[in-house]
């Protein structure tokens, strides 16, 4: 469900000025969605911008909603730009999350996962325990059964009388 503006094709304008010394940041055609819904002046330089597209307006809505505008510009600003996306990613996940259950938040599906971890776990521990019964059994099945001469009269005799 991707909307694009048939009427602004290209997202910005390309700096005109790039020979000139300390070039200011030049408006763009299309802002982000954050600038759209902070109603100000989106730059070529907006540090929000290439994680908050204008197609993708709920992603900072419900950002903002949570950590607030400010808070999340700094977290940005704070970070190398190798890891801005990710952080982004991260906010806007534990937003939506936070909206569901605002209690506890990402909590409470850590929690959530972290108990069926610990369940899981026990569930493996005890198969393991269980299988290792069936192998030791196994094993001393066929050891009996070498002991007696590798004759199957034993069992025969044995499944003749019960
Ligand atoms: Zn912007």
């Not at 290209?10 to 954050?34: E, F, H, K, N, Y």
């Not at 704070?78 to 982004?88: F, I």
């Amino acid at each position: 469900m991707e909307y694009t503006d048939p009427t602004t094709t290209g997202s910005t304008i390309p700096s005109s000025s790039s020979s000139l010394a300390p070039s200011l940041p030049t408006a763009v055609q299309r802002p982000c969605a954050a600038c759209k819904i902070l109603r100000r002046r989106c730059t070529d330089r907006c540090v929000l911008a290439p994680y908050f597209p204008p197609t993708e307006p709920f992603n900072f809505i419900i950002a903002h909603r949570v950590f607030g505008a400010s808070n999340i510009i700094k977290s940005v600003q704070d970070l190398p730009e190798s890891r801005r996306a990710d952080a982004v990613s991260s906010m806007i996940y534990e937003a939506n999350v936070r909206m569901c259950d605002p209690v506890y938040g990402c909590a409470g599906a850590i929690s959530q996962l972290h108990k069926q971890l610990c369940d899981l776990q026990t569930e493996l521990a005890a198969t393991q325990a269980e299988l290792a019964i069936v192998q030791c059994q196994q094993q001393q099945l066929n050891e009996s059964v070498i002991f007696l001469d590798g004759s199957n009269s034993a069992s025969a005799w044995e499944s003749h009388w019960n």
